[in-house]
């Protein structure tokens, strides 16, 4: 098979910083589309991931899975896309496209989907390698149309941080009057609140700090209720419809789950861990609530929500980086200083 | 208010042994049905309830939720019964009929929910008694039909056993061709798997031993998987749509979360309490899968379920005993040494 060698920033290393690379990338096959990369959001996941935190990446390790981009080429089977048109990618370029989940648009549970980056690229043998990149090749199932009134940077993590909070929205029926909490105000946390509002909710920020309250309303949020705050927290027992909980570490969810209405569910989107400290059944059986966990969203829906942002005019709030300043972002991500998500404007690799 | 005197049977402390008492029942009011009591199952909570094991005993405690008798009298409000119909009488005796889960019928959740025993009496300012008596005064609200053709000691242990399966296989929407597996074949889980064969259900029994398969294909189990035999669980991860949870102790719910199918629920309907070992939320956010709880059902559901029996000729496994027999049985019952539930011959109480 034919390969293209193409521009890109990665690590060699799970302690080594990220710095300028050459990658292959594969010739367009019948079905793939070829995408000049504009612009690249920067996830929490990126950052694990370059250096190994869940013990799986293999080397080198190139991030980026909130792509937005133009179209250059195209394979002679592609139907949905020509070149010039502005399209996005995200956290996912294959999967087996035969099982009962990818038949029912959830390619996010398909056992052999193939992650934008360390994932497995079957047609060159070769780990999949991501956004921090020139271009990207991928199958048209796998790439999105972008509406044309967004500004480009900005839509880039809803391809993430977007959809990991809008099919919980979806799968639990949010609409007009449903209540909705959302933990933790990051880059998930910020567009939950964003998207559960535009979807007619009442939104509430749970927030050890009182200090997020006016950011929270400006986004959105119609309260905040101080988790730390005993008072505030016997005020809303018995209370919300859907919980989604995008705090990324161990952390105690029982307050939560009594702020629950009955049959409400609290969501995990961004822990992956043991349940510390541990969880327990009495207020779950006593209302019988639930908690869950759900993974980013299918592909049919993150085409949703693009729509969706493209007829509501909903962005992520962004500030755009060089590439050169990936390694300073990293730290500043993990001192949680940035609002609410970093955005290389991919140009800059050129330089 | 007037108050009649009548036969039970009760415990004044948590290490006494029950014995024949006197208990105060109200005279009917208005709404009120006075029902002599035929029959009433004995569940694991009476045993709890009886011995403070949750700390919120009040004495004396006549315990039983399981009751089946006959209408004695009626008060003048009443249009649901008559003298000498049968009827019935589960975990719930009172409710606000006011809240939002009340006008659901969803009464189980209400937050003044008053139970059959251990709860409060507004009438009589005085702690209900259950079905281990002669007689009991309940509203008709709370008061169930029974359809003629079932066993009436038999149909008892529906009252709660039966109704705390059968609540979640509704809510969760079992029906033909559903995938449900049940922890744990005691008085819980021989009636989930009669209620959701029933339904159409494909059912399987987890089981930590053999010997119990041919007891659970009888009832209408159609797999039994062994959950200590690591071959058995890896060949049904991914599989099930609900599993019910009846096992009424601390145990690893970790194994049995990886067999669910994306979107599956786990729901515990059996133990109260700190879940322990730790839960693990990667399984959960990898396939989008729910760990709820569940708390019997309410009186519509209760009804529609005796009506299923009915139709479906479904009835509880048991052995009668005497009421004087009850110390003895709960010594069995701690042993798990019955098949699957022990109803009194409440006959029995006036020798």
């Known amino acids: 098979m034919k390969v293209k060698n193409v521009k890109a920033y990665g690590t060699k290393a799970a302690d080594a910083s990220l710095k300028a690379m050459d990658i292959n990338r594969r010739e ?23 250096r190994n935190d869940w013990g799986f990446s293999v080397y080198p390790v190139v991030p980026g899975h909130e792509i937005v981009g133009k179209v250059v080429k195209v394979g002679e089977g592609v139907t949905k896309y020509k070149a010039g048109d502005v399209v996005a990618v995200g956290c996912l370029v294959d999967s ?37 990149s020139e271009s990207i090749v991928v199958d048209e199932h796998f790439v999105l149309k972008v509406p044309k009134n ?3 940077a900005a839509i880039a993590p809803v391809l993430c941080a977007g959809i990991t909070t809008w099919s919980p929205l979806r799968h639990w029926k949010v609409g007009k ?18 998207l559960a509002d535009a979807l007619g909710a009442h939104v509430t920020l749970f927030s050890r700090s009182p200090d997020k309250k ?14 730390t705050d005993e008072e505030q927290m016997k005020s809303i027992q018995n209370h919300f419809d859907l919980i989604i909980d995008t705090v990324p570490y161990a952390h105690d969810i029982n307050p939560y789950v009594g702020t629950l209405n009955t049959n409400g569910t609290l969501v995990l989107v961004g822990y992956l861990g043991p349940l510390d400290p541990i969880l327990h059944t009495v207020p779950m059986i006593m209302g019988r609530r639930s908690v869950a966990g759900s993974l ?30 990936i390694n300073e972002a990293y730290a500043r991500m993990l001192k949680s200083d940035v609002h609410y998500r970093f955005v290389i404007d991919m140009k800059s690799l050129k330089n």
């Open 214 to 227: 006016q950011d929270a309303m400006d986004l959105g949020a119609d309260a905040v209720v101080i988790s």
């Open 150 to 152: 967004l500004d480009l």
């Open 96 to 132: 087996c496209r035969s099982c009962n989940n990818c038949k029912n648009d959830l390619e996010q549970y398909c056992p052999e989907w193939v992650g934008t980056y360390g994932g497995h690229d079957k047609h060159l043998n070769l780990p999949t390698f991501g956004g921090y």
């Open 296 to 325: 980013i969203g299918g592909i049919a829906e993150t085409q949703e929500l693009l729509d969706f942002c493209g007829k509501h005019n909903i962005v992520s709030e962004i500030e755009v980086i060089k590439i050169q300043d």
């Open 177 to 194: 009057g449903s209540k909705v909490a959302v933990v933790g105000l990051g880059g998930l946390g910020h567009m939950a609140i964003k």
């Open 28 to 50: 367009v096959t019948a079905k793939d589309v070829e995408i000049d990369i504009l612009y690249c959001g920067v996830c929490h996941s990126d950052l694990h991931f370059a």
